[in-house]
C-alpha cells in the first residue's frame, strides 16, 4: 500500500486540484468570512464579551472562558488552513508543502461543552461560536476533499485478493 503522505506529495493532478481551489471564488469568499470572524471575535472578545463575562456567576464563567478557549483555539486553526491556501495561490508556497500534516486542520476535534452553564453565556459569544462552527465544518471538508480522500489509495478488490492467495497456496 502507497504511503498516504508520499502520495500526496507527488506532483501531478492533485496539485492543479489545490491551486485551482486556491484561485477559485469559493476560496475567496472563505477567506474572507475567516478573516472577518476572527477580527470580529477578537473585538468581541476584547470589548463587549469581556464586560458581558463579569455579570456572570461562578460555573458560567467557566463555561464562558471554556467556550472562548475553544472559539479561537478553532479560528486560529480555520485562519492558519486559509493563510496557507492563499501562499499556495501567491506561490509562495508549492501545493504539494500544503499537503503536509503540520498545514493541515487538527484531526482532533474541538467540540464545545454540553453543560448546565451553556445556557447562561452571553448570546453575543455562542452566535460567533456557531458561526466558527459552521465555517470550521465546511474548511474541514474542503481539506479531507483535497487532502485526505484524494490521496488514499482505492480499497483492493476483496474477492480478487482472496483469488490471488487461493492461487499462491496451491500454485496456481
Known sequence: M?????SALTPGWRDDVIQDFARSELFERTFQ???ELVEETASYLDGEGRQE????????ALAYAAE?????????????????????REGDMAPAAACEDR?????DEVSRAEDAAQGELPRGLTALADRAERLYDRVRHLDRRMYVESTTEEPANPVLGHL???KSAFGG
Open 103 to 107: 498545514y493541515r486542520l487538527n484531526a
Open 164 to 166: 490471488d492467495r487461493l
Open 53 to 60: 463575562s463579569k455579570l456572570l456567576s461562578r460555573n458560567a
Open 2 to 6: 502507497q504511503d498516504i503522505q508520499s
Open 33 to 35: 468570512e475567516g478573516m
Open 68 to 88: 472562548s478557549m475553544r472559539l479561537t483555539t478553532r479560528l486560529m486553526q480555520v485562519a492558519s488552513w486559509l493563510l496557507v491556501q492563499r501562499a499556495v
